[in-house]
């Protein structure tokens, strides 16, 4: 099996984790909980680490009170690199 079978399929699905905890993150509000927010926090426990590499980079643009946070847009762009790189090769 070549590395590319293997590596591909579970960076598709980390960016699928990453839009599913950008999409939870606009339900749940402050003192939320339940298992929305329970999925939320473990969604937040396996894709904070790599975005909070792009917050570094890329602050959030401020619109209005709140900010527009840009950085899992980088980190999805990166990864679907990555996946095309692996792909070639």
Same mark, same amino acid.
């Given at each position: 099996m070549r590395?590319a079978g #293997? ?5 598709? +699905?980390?960016? #699928? =984790? ?5 999409l939870l993150?606009? =339900?749940?509000g ?7 927010y !329970?999925l939320? /926090?473990?969604?937040a426990s396996l894709c ?7 917050r /570094? +980079?890329v ?5 209005g009170?709140g900010g =527009? !946070? $840009?950085?899992p847009?980088?980190?999805?762009l990166v #990864?679907?690199? =990555?996946?095309?790189?692996? /792909?070639f $090769?």
């Amino acid at each position: 099996m070549r590395l590319a079978g #293997l590596l591909v399929p579970i960076i598709d +699905f980390y960016i #699928l =984790l990453i839009i599913g905890y950008v999409l939870l993150g606009w =339900l749940v509000g402050p003192g939320s909980q339940g298992v929305i927010y !329970d999925l939320y /926090r473990v969604l937040a426990s396996l894709c904070e680490p790599y975005l909070g590499l792009f917050r /570094r +980079f890329v602050p959030p643009i401020m619109i209005g009170a709140g900010g =527009l !946070d $840009l950085s899992p847009v980088l980190a999805i762009l990166v #990864l679907e690199i =990555l996946a095309g790189v692996i /792909r070639f $090769l």
